[in-house]
Nanobody
Framework: QVQLVESGGGLVQAGGSLRLFCAASGTILSINDMGWYRQAPGKQRELVARITSSSTTNYADSVKGRFTISRDNAKNTVYLQMNSLKPEDTAVYYC???????????????WGQGTQVTVSS
């Protein structure tokens, strides 16, 4: 049993900041890549940021310089610091993690249920 639980979303004015949290719990051997995705109404889900087990990062061009992804391996947690928020950042943000549950080290993809981020102008 593995669960990903997000928190930290909410309503913020343009130019403001939010910090998202995602913690994985359950039977976990190891976690490979972790990431954040978002989906706005009428649009496809898109990658926001990903971070590898060795903390190498990738960002969507639209958030580079504004968002920072990080992780705490001891806590099985990934974070997304969002600064200089824009109305176009409004979306449901989903946490994703590749997790192995036993000694075979076979990784499966898990998703959180999402947290709403709304940026007002």
């Amino acid at each position: 049993q593995v669960q990903l639980v997000e928190s930290g979303g909410g309503l913020v004015q343009a130019g403001g900041s939010l910090r998202l949290f995602c913690a994985a719990s359950g039977t976990i051997l190891s976690i490979n890549d972790m990431g954040w995705y978002r989906q706005a109404p009428g649009k496809q889900r898109e990658l926001v940021a990903r971070i590898t087990s060795s903390s190498t990062t990738n960002y969507a061009d639209s958030v580079k310089g504004r968002f920072t992804i990080s992780r705490d391996n001891a806590k099985n947690t990934v974070y997304l610091q969002m600064n200089s928020l824009k109305p176009e950042d409004t979306a449901v943000y989903y946490c994703n993690a590749e997790i192995a549950r036993d000694y075979r080290s076979v990784y499966y993809s898990y998703w959180g249920q999402g947290t709403q981020v709304t940026v007002s102008s």
